[in-house]
């Protein structure tokens, strides 16, 4: 059974850095083809993709958000770390883990989320 | 702003089939994954890469994809399918969502 459980603060002064922790159990980040993502929600909004870390340590971030995201992994812990410097009010979202499952199109690397955590709910207010 | 475009909402009799769509550049040639997300929980995936379906998603749920639009097809909806669902894909070698449509079962 594939689970993943987000943690960290749930309130951010603005141009503090949000670290958030993704503890997943049911597979591993030694495994070919599986990685961990990290997808946000704001209150009443569309999903917005954040970052991705796959089990050969490619990174991949959203090209708007990339000068503030930092993604790790810790595969024998199984836990991926989220950080994003300078939060702002306009940050404010609930933030989602997901199990990410690799395929391959020609040689282009794809994923999908088959596996999604609880969300973690972060305020950014002073 | 999303590369994905979908409609805001789309409304639907029970009993009846769905629609929702999903546009973007040669999105055919970039395989689409759809999810469910009922509110207040965490989205779910129902179809990826294009048709294929987890185990467990029931067989109402479809998808397809050709040209510069992907189509999740739910037939025989329900009043529990009621939610907000997205497209996802690749585009450029990073992750893209759809904007969401709420499907109103009425």
């Known amino acids: 059974q594939i689970t993943l459980k987000e943690s960290g603060p749930a309130l951010v002064k603005p141009t503090q850095t949000l670290t958030l922790t993704c503890a997943f159990s049911?597979?591993?980040?030694?495994?070919?083809?599986?990685?961990v993502g990290w997808i946000r929600q704001p209150p009443g909004k569309a999903l917005e993709w954040l970052a991705l870390?796959?089990?050969?340590?490619?990174?991949r971030y959203s090209p708007s958000l990339k000068s503030r995201l930092t993604i790790t992994s810790d595969k024998s812990k199984k836990e991926v770390v989220l950080t994003m410097t300078n939060m702002d009010p306009v940050d404010t979202a609930t933030y989602f883990c997901a199990h990410s499952q690799v395929y391959y199109y020609g040689s282009e690397t794809k994923s999908y989320f088959p596996f999604w955590g609880q969300g973690s709910r972060v305020t950014v207010s002073s | 702003s999303s590369e994905l475009a979908q409609p805001p909402s789309v409304s639907v009799s029970p009993g009846q089939t769905a629609i929702i769509t999903c546009s973007g550049d040669?999105?055919?040639?970039?395989?689409a994954s759809w999810y469910q997300q009922k509110s207040g929980q965490s989205p779910m995936l129902l179809i990826y890469?294009?048709?294929m379906s987890p185990s467990g998603i029931p067989g109402r749920f479809t998808g397809s994809n050709s040209g510069n639009t992907a189509t999740l097809t739910i037939n025989g909806t329900q009043a529990l399918d009621e939610a907000d669902y997205y497209c996802q894909a690749w585009d450029r070698s990073t992750v893209v969502f759809g904007g969401g449509t709420k499907l109103t079962v009425l």
């Open positions: 049911g597979f591993s980040l030694y495994t070919n083809g599986l990685g």
């Open positions: 040669k999105l055919g040639d970039k395989f």
């Open positions: 890469q294009d048709n």
């Open positions: 870390i796959h089990w050969n340590g490619d990174q």
